[in-house]
């Protein structure tokens, strides 16, 4: 069964740092990949997403992500946070299975982000 | 952009209570729904897929007769939790999605059950 691998748990950084939250995921077909972000108080909102063709995709917010095949890996970077971006992050992965289309969206257990002013 | 309204945002009753927790997709039409529940600490935990018309499917380890789901038009889902008991006590999400698979899921903001 695919699973999604999210290593850093809680980040705390200081504005304009630079941030990479790590996400690896366990399957070896065809994947969808997406990172959902979930600020305080409020829903999960799409942050960004990979379907196909160019790797590094860019979302909202300034964020990117960069899908690598070989390492089964799709870490999302930003260049500089703001105090705003304090917010929980998951990665999430759904894998394509046959003819019978995309299986169900795997999470991953979130990144609690804090970005201190 | 997709808006999906859940309502109500939190509950608290008494064991044995059944509870309903709507989903509604307000300005597209969903042809599949979802309802996941999220633990403390924990990432969210797919419980059902339902699409319109048809019976929910559930993950295993759900039981189906504890969590009825109905969605019975392209904007509306619930979810209902019969006879809840404290264990059943979590935050429950629902998400929606247009008609291709591989689209991204819209989601609600949750419902905080408490079950005394």
């Known amino acids: 069964a695919q699973s999604v691998s999210q290593h850093n748990h809680h980040v705390i950084l200081s504005e304009a740092a630079s941030l990479e939250l790590g996400c690896n995921y366990s399957y070896g077909g065809t994947v969808n990949l997406f990172w959902y972000v979930q600020y305080p108080g409020q829903h999960l909102q799409l942050l960004l997403k990979y379907f196909s063709g160019d790797p590094l995709v860019k979302g909202i917010k300034g964020f990117e992500a960069e899908f690598i095949k070989s390492k089964f890996s799709f870490n999302l970077r930003k260049p500089s946070v703001q105090w705003s971006d304090t917010a929980e992050y998951f990665c999430a992965v759904t894998a394509r299975r046959g003819n019978t289309g995309f299986q169900k969206l795997v999470f991953g257990t979130g990144t609690r982000l804090l970005v201190s002013p | 952009g997709a808006v999906v309204s859940q309502h109500p945002s939190r509950v608290i009753c008494k064991s044995g209570t059944s509870v309903k927790i709507e989903c509604r997709s307000l300005?597209?039409?969903?042809?599949?729904m979802f309802w996941y529940r999220q633990f403390p600490k924990q990432s969210l935990m797919l419980m059902a897929t339902?699409?319109?018309?048809?019976?929910?499917?559930?993950e295993q380890g759900v039981e189906k007769d504890k969590f009825l789901i109905n969605h019975a038009s392209l904007t509306l889902s619930t979810l209902t939790v019969t006879s809840a008991h404290p264990e059943d006590s979590s935050f429950y999400i629902c998400?929606?999605?247009?008609?291709?698979?591989?689209?991204?899921?819209?989601f609600g903001d949750g419902t905080r059950l408490s079950i005394l």
């Open positions: 998400s929606a999605r247009e008609s291709w698979s591989n689209q991204p899921q819209h």
């Open positions: 339902s699409n319109e018309g048809s019976k929910a499917t559930y």
């Open positions: 300005d597209f039409q969903a042809t599949t």
